[in-house]
């Protein structure tokens, strides 16, 4: 049977699937395929694996903020806040206040 390939929309639906489900380490994989589909990943593909990656180690929330402009995503207010979540939820304060300063300094900057 020949199947239709997948687009950024079954992607992200599954990624976020895998976030509801707590299986962050699934969406890291579904996300990693997205290259091998040649499928850019978007803000919502981001949003969902932070969201996924919250269940995880707490590194690999930033790692994924870090890599998101050698992606061309630009972080919107959601991403910033499921990031914060995670190290928050990791007791780790310090990261969490660097995120919040982010996060003004780039609100500052779409104004």
């Known amino acids: 049977a020949s199947y239709p390939k997948p687009d950024g929309i079954t992607f992200n639906a599954a990624i976020?699937?895998?976030a509801l489900s707590a299986e962050w380490q699934h969406a890291l994989g579904l996300f990693a395929s997205m290259q091998t589909y040649q499928?850019?990943?978007d803000v919502?593909?981001?949003n969902?694996?932070?969201?996924a990656l919250a269940q995880g180690p707490w590194q690999n929330s930033l790692?994924?903020?870090q890599q998101m402009p050698a992606l061309v995503v630009e972080p919107d207010q959601l991403t910033?806040?499921?990031a914060l979540i995670t190290c928050a939820s990791a007791s780790e304060?310090?990261?969490a206040l660097q995120l919040q300063e982010n996060m003004r300094h780039?609100?500052?900057?779409a104004d």
Do not use: G
């Open 80 to 82: 910033f806040r499921e």
């Open 63 to 65: 790692d994924l903020l």
């Open 16 to 18: 976020n699937a895998c």
């Open 106 to 109: 780039n609100s500052t900057q």
């Open 48 to 51: 969902s694996l932070l969201a």
């Open 93 to 95: 304060w310090q990261h």
């Open 44 to 46: 919502i593909s981001c």
């Open 39 to 41: 499928i850019q990943p």
